[in-house]
């Protein structure tokens, strides 16, 4: 699995599949990063059919793909569950740093996360295949 995280660890641009009630895909553009304790960590709205449809079956699929879309890419099977505010702010700061650095006004970026209603999607990993997955 080492060698599905550091893939996941250097490009961050997915696509998330949950399910819906009726059982069809929902497939969702994402970017996520992978936390301290592995898990693929994804910010979004709470309002979000992802987020609902997680809630609901927390079995998901993230296919991650490199910046130039074709070439090597992965899929990641797991569990998800959804960490809302305020325990998600930590995490929310985590995926914020390992995606794209140190934000410069982090009081804004929390305020910004409140308002938002952000969660975080915390994803357990449990196989991986496809040409990156080693």
Sequence with gaps: METTLDYLRQHHRSVLITRRADGAIQSSPVVHAVGVDSRVLISSTEQRAKVHNIRRSPAVSLCA???NFFGSWLQADGRARIVSLPDAMDLLVETYRKVAGEHEDWDEYRAAMVRDQ????????QRASGPAAG
Excluded: S, V
């Design 65 to 67: 793909l490199t910046d």
């Design 118 to 125: 952000r969660c975080i999607i915390a994803i357990e990993l």
